[in-house]
């Protein structure tokens, strides 16, 4: 892992993006590294856009906001257009597959993480959680039983096994996109 | 209000201060407030103990860290005895009625917080949302009705009613504190 790994998660309103970003902090944490989450709110949240971000460092991280993202989740296409250019050129832009990507010079990933968390999950709610476990193999971050622990902390007691598997689907579904 | 707000919420991790916080963001959004919410994630948070900011402002908000918070709430003996001293002198501090105050030149008000949400809303669970109606009554940031709405749009919907009287009774219990 580098030194710092930034982070942007974003997506509609009820995507989840929040809860992901703080799993994601705290498997970071589960692995003796340093995190930050952090979300801002203001008139573009109104529109129904959410933004989550997550720094994880080996060391204390002294500011907490974002300076170059390493990874842009977007899980809507107004979060895509919208953040999708303000990256440098190494960030990995992972979107969900039902979206138009946009001019880009990054290197973008189209992963069917709402799909599957509709069609084989069968609870569009998971999708955060798939989206997770596909991040985290295209840009380990964190262990997977690290990110594991750290998702059955957060979901409900009776959605643990529906979330256990999401995560696993998202890994699998980007696997499946690295070896193609 | 001030131009800023600047807040602290620590607890043990389970007591639900990061919702807390969420929570409180989205309503001073819900205002037309800018807000930042924010958590690290570090050893000291492996003992258990759990804190999480929040910045509200009229206008956006450009350095997402606190910097002297004007409120801190501590549900926990191990954040109080860290936190408070680690302030402002107009800091005002908002501790759980079940800790022992040390030693500081706060203003510290003393809350039934867990007691109220374990035996008068019967789930301990609540107690976090009871802390946020003592909160916003001692330290008015936000309007009432956004706040219930943000705490209705995070807490699952058949707890809708348990949380709307857990924030009234919050409220209730600081106004009777106001009032001695």
């Keep these: 892992m ?20 703080i799993i ?5 944490l589960e692995n003796d590294n340093y995190a930050v989450q952090s979300q801002s709110y203001g008139p573009e949240a109104r ?3 959410c933004k989550a971000e997550v720094i994880i460092g080996k060391d204390e991280i002294d500011f907490p906001k974002i300076e170059n993202p390493d990874v842009l989740l977007a899980l809507s296409q ?4 919208k ?6 050129e190494n960030c990995m832009i992972i979107a969900d597959s039902s979206l138009e990507i946009p001019n880009t010079k990054n290197k973008v990933m189209s992963v069917p993480i709402i799909e599957t968390a509709r069609n084989v999950i ?3 709610q998971t999708a955060n ?3 997770l476990g596909a991040i ?3 840009v380990p971050m964190v262990g997977y039983e690290a990110l594991e622990k750290a998702v059955l902390k957060y979901v409900p007691s009776h959605a643990a096994e529906q979330n256990k598997k999401a995560l696993q689907e998202g890994q699998r579904i980007a696997q499946s996109l690295i070896l193609q």
């Design 47 to 49: 529109g129904g856009m």
């Design 78 to 81: 107004s979060s895509l257009d």
């Design 2 to 21: 580098k030194e710092k790994m930034e982070l942007r998660l974003a997506g509609s309103g009820g995507q989840g993006v929040i809860l992901g970003a």
């Design 129 to 131: 959680i798939v989206a």
């Design 136 to 138: 985290n193999t295209l």
């Design 122 to 124: 069968h609870n569009q």
């Design 83 to 88: 953040y999708c250019n303000d990256t440098n």
């Design 24 to 28: 994601l902090a705290e498997a970071a």
